[in-house]
């Protein structure tokens, strides 16, 4: 059993299970299992604390309860229906986006990954989505929300912190974890922010995904972190995240290829 699934808890399992299963046709792009044990070696492989990333996803949920509440909340199901069958760009953190930005305008939806959203805010891109780990600008991430966009937001193991600053002020608010312990949040398919963005753009029936900045051979664009003054190259622990980020990426274009999803800009 992978570790991030607590079967000494088990009613979790299910109520996880349960919130993607809702939505009508909807299946996971990896099964529980098969998530739970490459998020397993993943942590092994970078280092991540399992304990930190169930705190941050128990916290993360009750934030999205919260949110619930206030009715910012939005469900996955609600996340896949802005996607299922349109023509879906993820805008993502290498230096190719900057050159091809103005092509996102013939997208039918645009998902942000992280600090993209900064730099798309500067060429007028409004995105629909947002996929974030809430290491980008968070300025941008909140004024991108109140425009419409929903903010897809991954909790783990470093981020708690900036989870409890930022979520309660999100407009519109769904939520990813890697461990299964959350019920309003869900197993996020994928790792990074950007291969995240993509597996969502599958599982959720995209009828073409379009892939702009989303190059891991490249350097780190300028926007991606609001500590960088300019672009540069990836420093050891992003190569070891994008050497994964390659990984998920291939695996889920072979997933996309099965459903008959075109995939463009690889
Ligand atoms: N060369 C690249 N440089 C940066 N991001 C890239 C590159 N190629 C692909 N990407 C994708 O764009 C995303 C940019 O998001 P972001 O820079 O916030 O990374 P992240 O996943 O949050 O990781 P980190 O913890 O380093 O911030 C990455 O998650 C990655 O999937
Ligand atoms: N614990 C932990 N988990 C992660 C991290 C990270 O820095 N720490 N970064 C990720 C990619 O952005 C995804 N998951």
Redesign the pocket.
């Known amino acids: 059993m992978p570790r991030g699934v607590t079967m000494d808890d088990p009613w979790v399992f299910n109520t996880a299970s349960i919130s993607t299963y809702r939505c009508s046709g909807m299946k996971w792009l990896l099964s529980p299992l098969l998530l739970g044990e490459l998020l397993d070696a993943i942590r092994g492989f ?1 280092g ?2 399992l304990r ?2 169930c705190r941050a996803a128990r916290i993360l949920d009750w934030l999205l309860y919260e949110a619930r509440l206030e009715g910012r909340y939005r469900s996955i199901c609600e996340v896949c229906n802005i996607i299922r069958d349109t023509h879906v760009c993820i805008a993502g953190g290498s230096e190719s986006l900057e050159k091809r930005i103005r092509l996102l305008h013939e997208c039918e939806r645009v998902i942000a990954v992280d600090g993209a959203v900064a730099l798309l805010s500067s060429y007028g891109v409004r995105p629909d989505i947002i996929v974030t ?1 809430l290491d980008g600008s968070w300025f941008y991430i909140l004024e991108a929300s109140r425009a419409g966009a929903v903010v897809l937001v ?1 909790a ?3 981020n708690i912190a900036a989870l409890r600053a930022v979520v309660p002020r999100i407009e519109r608010v769904a939520g990813t974890v ?1 461990c299964m312990v959350s019920e309003l949040a869900y197993m996020a398919s994928g ?3 950007g291969d995240r963005a993509f597996g969502l753009a599958v599982m959720c029936d995209a009828s073409k995904i379009s892939l702009y900045g989303m190059n891991t051979r490249e350097r780190v664009g300028w926007w991606s972190k609001p500590w960088l003054k300019k672009s540069i190259p990836p420093w050891p622990e992003k190569v070891r ?1 994008l050497h994964i980020a390659e990984g998920m990426m291939r695996l889920f274009t072979a997933y996309a290829l099965k459903k008959g999803i075109p995939v463009e800009g690889l």
């Open positions: 970078m991540y604390s930190e990333d780990d991954h783990h193991g470093d890697q790792f990074t922010d995240k």
